[in-house]
Every structure is written in structure tokens, then in C-alpha cells.
């Protein structure tokens, strides 16, 4: 198998088993960091992976780097794409992380700890010391055969972790409870067996809802990932397609076998394999897991298509693309698992105080051991109050709290066409009180619309005039002469075709409708500027004038027999986006100040920024120049204020990078998306207070978190010293911090967008 290599940066991803805490985070990093040729090193306690960036010209093999991890006392193997782990499930039945050996620990434990709940009804039963010893040893050295053994491997490597102190505290319980069977005629209640065996139990029961919240956490990229179908079907070479003819001659080839330029059968009600362009057929194609549009997408012959998209009614052939890494839903899935195995900045402070946390942990319990044993002269109390130190301080609930938090909400995010490939934006977005849009592309289509059709003759409807322009245009690739065309088409007309048709160089273009009201006359569409400085037309120069006050784009429409004469003034201009008015009036309920940059004259820019609700705007300005203004903004008035940049184009590419944070359309070009932290799928504006949301409550999540993780541990460790928390409570604690620290995260799958 072939690692996951990003020939360009020397990256490599690694599947990590064995992690149960952020100490082990820390210590498989710092194996990472000491490994000779290793530049960089990341790991994920939520995704289990870890990310490895190697130095320019490193000969390292990723075999040794496994091998090395490995020493350490983890499972490491090269990831497959798109996060399917090759290591081991823990989470089968009897798996480490297993319900079934959760249910065998309480089936073996429950006469042990039954009694203790009896005893205030009055019922006084208990088994006899060599039944307890009997029931907890397979519990103690067989279902915590684990935390022995990873506990030693951290030992030996310098660094404690969570298993450890599990070891540690229920040996110690074992222990005391065996030498106090041996040692003297003690009572059975008085021996500790149940504490040992209920606490590993507890820690059992903990990892299994860990996994179980981990995988829920991770839903997004199986649910992307179940979008592939696993076979294609491949129209043979030599068969040629046209409607009406059959189209029986197909191989069914696996994914992999497909290549660019195949062409492809997709069936209604099938999932379409590869991204590709529609050679033949119509249909309606949902594409909601890949962008969040909820609506199905009319396509036809001509248009492009989503691999992973489902078909709707009609039968489509398609052409090949791109297919495997190159196609759009590996990309998606590339830019979430990235966003999930980064780590935001504040996990950096998170990791260090994790590294000294075990053996802080440690060395509190024994302190805690020796003052109880001066204090209160009993070695039992001495003994089972250090235990419950080192099992409430577990710090699985730390190394979880941040990993959980990011990997629900970008999870989340995705499924709306919010895609989040920078762990720090989300530290960044509760921040912003800027917004930069770029204009075209962004808030506008991007391609002019007609506007209107000024008439200066009640003779002739819209109708007449409209169609008869258009037929001037007939052939013209000029993006007035298309939106003509297309409006025409819109309305179910038809452009009538003219005779005598020739260009004016720097007019226009003449010629003489073959039907319709103008017949035989000679008619000619003309830019104003053309007509400038002729006495005969100053109304018509005066219309012209308001409207390009209102930046608009004017051409003629002129009757050139004798004399000359006006017929209507046809208007342009850029379209708005649907959405685009909403979503500025979402940005101001949250407080933020929306901006537009521009490079067109300020008549047109201020036109469509008055229309949506933008009192700044930067109008006529160079490419160049967004990246100096965004920087600009971020120091107006004397103090900080945080930008964040809208755009689609390469030319927004340097202020995307600048701001602190970039959001590009897909819609637009790569160089936009590579620079950019945050990715809106549908190209839609009203996703960018939606995102700005959702990294707001990721972030919330992420402070909840962290003070619960942290005021656990500050409150239990002494609680337990003092001897509030039993053994049995310590660890059933434990186990619960780490579950609602998980299960906060998710609520975070309950969010949608603004305007869902």
C-alpha cells in the first residue's frame, strides 16, 4: 500500500493505535520530533492520526518512522485514503474498546459491589474473601491486561499517561486488599476487591462510549465517503451515442479503472462515479452532501457534474474529468480530514500541560499517601485516598475536549458546504467585526444581465425591440451579445435573423431584420459613446447618462434610414446573487461591519452595494491594492480589528491570505481556495455568516470544554485526597468527564445554517 504523500511538502499520515489520553499525544509526538528528517509532527487524539512533514531532501523511509513509533508502545501504520484505518478495530464486540468485555467486567464485579447497596436495607451479605479474590483477578489482570501493559511502555519511555495511574491505583487496591486477606482475620467487607474491579470497569465503560462519540464525530467524512459508488459503467470505445440509440455496450469496471476521457452511463436513481461534462441526456441531480444545496439541480447535455452527486429522472452519458484524488469529493474529503488532524493554537498550551500532568499526578498521590498514613495512622485509608488521586486524574477528558470540538463542527459545517481546512480560523471567526467582500463573483454573478429596454417609440413592444437586437447579435461572443441572447431564450423567443449583417468597428454592428416590424430596415446597435456630440439626440443622451449614473452599461438600438432616429436604449448590468441582500442583514444582526471591494467605476459599485444593505465601499481599485486595504481595515481608528475576506478570484488570492481570515467561493478558481481558510461549497453569500457561526460555536465548544476538563481535575484531585471520593466514585468520575466532554461536542450536529 502506497502512504498518503503530498509529493510537494514531503507529508505523510499515519494511523496511531493505543492513544488514550493527551499524555499519549505528547509522548508520540516527541518520539516524532527526535526522529532525525522529521520536520514537523502533529497528532490527533480524536482522529487517531498523525501528521508528518518531513525536511526538503530527507531520505527517511516511512517504514522507519513506524518502526520507531512503534518502540514507544503504540500501533502505527501508514493511513489509507480518506481515513479507512487499517489498524485493528477496538471497537468490535470483544475489542479493547469493546461492549463485550464491558459487560463480562460487570457481570464479574457486580457480586462484588451488589452487597454495598444492600447493606441500607438492612440485608448484610457479602461473598467470602477467596470468592472476591476469584471474581476480581480475571477483572484486575485479564480485562486490565491493557493498562499494564501500555502503562509500562510509558514507563519505560520516560513519560506517564493515563494508563499508568489506572495500573497503579487499582494495583495498589488490589494489593492492599490481598495482603489484608492473607495477613489477618479481617471482615470481607473491609477488603477493597470491588474498588479495583468497579474502577477498571468504569474506565472500560468510559472507552467504550469514547469510541462510540468519536465515531459519531466523524460522521461527516463516512458520510462523504459512502457517496462513492464502487463501480462505473463504461460505454465501450467504438459505440457510437446519440438520443434514441441504445446504449447496451457498457463494461462495469471498478472506480479505479476508470480514467479521464471514458465515457460513462449513469442510470437514474445512480450515483454519478466521476466529476465529468454531460455528453447526452436531462435530468435533476441532488447534490446536497456535497454542497448543502437542498434543492436537486436541473442539468443537461452540455453542463458538469458532481462524482458522488446523485441522478435524479434521466438517463446521462457523461465524459470523465477527474477521477479518484483529482475529483472535487476526494478534494472535500482531503480539506475535512486535514481540518480535523490540525490542531487549533490553544491545543499547543493543552499538550504542554499534559506533559507534566502524569507525573505531577504522581507524585500529589504519594504526598497524598503520607500525609493520610501520619495523619490518620491507617495504611488502608493512606493507600485507597492515593488511588482515588490517580484515578479521578485521568486527563482523558483534556486531550479530548479540543480534537472532539473541531471534529463535530467542521464535521457539521461540511455537510452545508462549509468546509473549514484551518483549525485557526475558529479561534479567529468569534473575533471578527470586518467583512470584506469582493464584488464580482462574490455578491454578483459575474456576467452581465439585461436590465431594461428604455423605448423612444410606443409603436414597437418590448417584444419587437428585444428580439430584433438580439438577431443583430447572432453569433456574437461579446458578453452583452450573450446576455441578449440569453434573455431572449429565457423568454421563449426567438431572435429574428438579419440580412446584410456586418460589424462597425468601434460602433457596433448593422443589419436588416428578415421579419417582424423592422423588416427590410436598416437598424444598428451602437455604444452611446458614439452618438455623444450629435444635437439630435440629446434626450436620448440624457436617459443614457442617468443610467450610467446608476451603473449601468448602455448600448442603442438606432433606425438608420433617413433620418436617423432613435428606436431604445438597452441596459446592463452585473446580477446579484440570490441571497446576497440576506446575507449582509445576517452579518449586521451579528454585529459586523460589511465592506466591498471593487475594481469597476463607483457608480456601478455603489449601485449594487446600495441595493444590499454596504455603506463602505472601495470602488475602482487594482487587484493589488485588496491586500493593502485589508490591511488597512485591520488597523483603522488606531485599534486591532479583525477582517475577514470574501472572494473567488486569483486576483483575491493576496487578500484572502492577508486577512485573518479567508473564505472563497468554489465557484471561483483554485489559487482563491488554496489560499483561503474557509471554503463555501455553493458559492452562495448568506454561508458567510453561517460560517462565521459555526466556528463561533465550535469555539464555544471548545471553552466549555477545556474549563470542565480543567475544573474536574482541580475540584476531584481534592476531593479525593481529602477522602470525599471513593475509589468506585473516582473512577466511575473519571469515566463520566470524558463522556460529557464528548457528548458536549456533539450537540454541535444539531446546528444549520441561517437560511437552511
Same mark, same amino acid.
Given at each position: ?196 474491579? *468497579? ?56 472506480? %479505479?479503472? *476508470? ?65 479518484? *484524488? ?50 490518620? %495512622? ?46 485557526? *480560523? ?331
Amino acid at each position: 500500500m502506497n502512504p498518503q504523500k503530498d509529493t510537494k511538502s514531503e507529508l505523510f499520515t499515519l494511523d496511531i493505535g493505543g492513544m488514550t489520553c493527551a499524555s499519549c499525544v505528547g509522548r508520540v509526538e516527541k518520539a516524532l520530533d527526535k526522529i532525525p528528517g522529521v520536520e514537523a509532527a502533529s497528532v490527533n487524539l480524536a482522529t487517531e492520526q498523525a501528521k508528518i512533514r518531513l525536511k526538503p531532501g530527507s531520505e527517511l523511509k516511512i517504514n522507519e518512522i513506524i518502526a520507531l513509533v512503534e518502540k514507544t508502545g503504540y500501533q502505527a501504520k501508514i493511513s489509507n485514503p480518506h481515513g479507512i484505518s487499517d489498524l485493528p478495530s477496538s471497537q468490535s464486540f470483544w475489542g479493547a474498546d469493546g461492549l463485550g468485555r464491558v459487560l463480562l467486567g460487570f457481570a464479574l464485579s457486580a457480586p462484588l459491589f451488589v452487597p454495598m447497596f444492600l447493606m441500607p436495607f438492612g440485608i448484610h451479605w457479602t461473598l467470602s474473601p477467596k470468592w472476591q479474590l476469584l471474581l476480581a483477578s480475571p477483572v484486575q489482570f485479564f480485562l486490565g491486561w491493557r493498562f499494564y501493559r501500555a502503562g509500562f511502555k510509558s514507563l519505560m519511555s520516560g513519560v506517564g499517561n493515563m494508563d499508568l495511574l489506572v495500573a497503579l491505583g487499582t494495583s495498589a487496591a488490589y494489593g492492599l486488599s490481598v495482603y489484608q486477606m492473607v495477613s489477618a482475620d479481617h471482615a470481607a467487607h473491609e477488603l477493597y476487591f470491588e474498588g479495583s474491579a *468497579v474502577i477498571i470497569c468504569m474506565v472500560l465503560l468510559g472507552k467504550w462510549l469514547e469510541a462510540r462519540a468519536k465515531q459519531q464525530t466523524s460522521e461527516a467524512i463516512r458520510a462523504l465517503q459512502k457517496l462513492w459508488p464502487e463501480h462505473a459503467k463504461v460505454i465501450d470505445k467504438d459505440l457510437a451515442i446519440s438520443a434514441g440509440s441504445p446504449l447496451d455496450q457498457f463494461r462495469d469496471l471498478p472506480l %479505479d479503472q *476508470v480514467f479521464p476521457k471514458d465515457r460513462i452511463l449513469v442510470l437514474p436513481g445512480e450515483r454519478i462515479p466521476v466529476d465529468g461534462l454531460i455528453l447526452l441526456g436531462n435530468s435533476h441531480v441532488d447534490e446536497s452532501l456535497l454542497t448543502g444545496e437542498s434543492d436537486p439541480v436541473k442539468k443537461h447535455a452540455g453542463g458538469l457534474v458532481i462524482g458522488g452527486s446523485l441522478n435524479g429522472e434521466g438517463l446521462l452519458v457523461i465524459e470523465a474529468q477527474a477521477v479518484g *484524488v483529482e475529483s472535487v469529493l476526494s478534494k472535500i474529503i482531503t480539506l475535512v480530514e486535514d481540518a480535523q488532524t490540525q490542531k487549533a493554537p490553544i491545543q499547543k498550551l493543552v499538550d504542554q500541560v499534559s506533559a507534566i500532568f502524569v507525573p505531577s499526578v504522581i507524585v500529589i498521590a504519594i504526598i497524598t499517601g503520607l500525609a493520610n498514613w501520619f495523619y490518620l %495512622d491507617s495504611a488502608s485509608i493512606a493507600i485507597l485516598r492515593s488511588v482515588s488521586v490517580l484515578v479521578i486524574a485521568c486527563p482523558c477528558a483534556l486531550g479530548l475536549a479540543t480534537p472532539a470540538a473541531i471534529m463535530a463542527g467542521t464535521g457539521v459545517a461540511a455537510r452545508f458546504g462549509i468546509l473549514i481546512k484551518d483549525p485557526q *480560523v475558529l479561534e479567529l471567526a468569534h473575533r471578527l467585526n470586518i467583512v470584506a467582500f469582493d464584488k464580482t463573483g462574490t455578491l454578483t454573478i459575474g456576467k452581465p444581465r439585461l436590465l431594461q429596454i428604455i423605448s423612444f417609440q410606443d409603436t414597437y413592444t418590448q417584444e419587437n425591440i428585444l428580439v430584433s437586437a438580439a438577431g443583430l447579435q447572432l453569433g456574437s461572443e461579446h458578453p452583452l451579445a450573450k446576455a441578449l441572447l440569453d434573455d431572449v431564450k429565457q423568454k421563449g423567443l426567438t431572435p429574428i435573423t438579419p440580412t446584410d449583417s456586418k460589424a462597425l468597428p468601434g460602433i457596433g454592428i448593422s443589419g436588416k431584420p428578415s421579419s417582424g416590424p423592422f423588416m427590410g430596415q436598416s437598424l444598428s446597435l451602437q455604444s452611446i459613446a458614439s452618438l455623444e456630440g450629435n444635437p439630435q439626440h440629446l434626450v436620448l443622451l440624457k436617459k443614457a447618462q442617468a443610467c450610467f449614473d446608476a451603473g449601468q452599461t448602455v448600448s442603442a438600438l438606432m433606425n438608420n434610414e433617413t433620418p436617423s432616429s432613435p428606436i431604445a436604449i438597452i441596459t446592463f448590468g452585473d446580477e446579484l446573487k440570490d441571497g446576497a441582500k440576506e446575507a449582509i442583514t445576517s452579518l449586521h444582526q451579528l454585529h459586523i461591519r460589511a465592506v466591498m471591494l471593487s475594481g469597476d467605476n463607483s457608480a456601478a459599485a455603489n449601485r449594487v452595494a446600495n441595493s444590499i444593505g454596504i455603506q463602505e465601499v472601495f470602488s475602482q481599485i487594482m487587484p493589488g491594492d485588496k491586500a493593502e486595504i485589508i490591511r488597512k481595515l485591520q488597523t483603522k481608528d488606531g485599534d486591532r480589528q479583525y477582517v475577514a475576506m470574501v472572494g473567488d478570484g486569483v486576483n483575491d488570492a493576496p487578500a484572502l491570505a492577508t486577512a485573518d481570515v479567508g473564505m472563497a467561493m468554489s465557484t471561483g478558481t483554485d489559487v482563491a481556495m488554496q489560499a483561503a481558510g474557509i471554503t463555501l461549497m455553493r458559492g452562495d453569500p448568506t454561508l458567510v455568516a453561517s460560517a462565521i457561526d459555526i466556528s463561533k460555536r465550535t469555539w464555544k465548544k471548545i471553552q466549555q470544554n477545556l474549563f470542565w476538563a480543567f475544573i474536574f481535575n482541580a475540584t476531584g484531585i481534592p476531593l479525593a485526597a481529602l477522602g470525599y471520593l471513593s475509589p468506585m466514585l473516582a473512577g466511575s468520575a473519571m469515566a463520566l468527564s470524558s463522556f460529557c466532554v464528548l457528548s458536549n461536542a456533539l450537540l454541535l450536529k444539531r446546528w444549520r445554517p441561517t437560511h437552511y
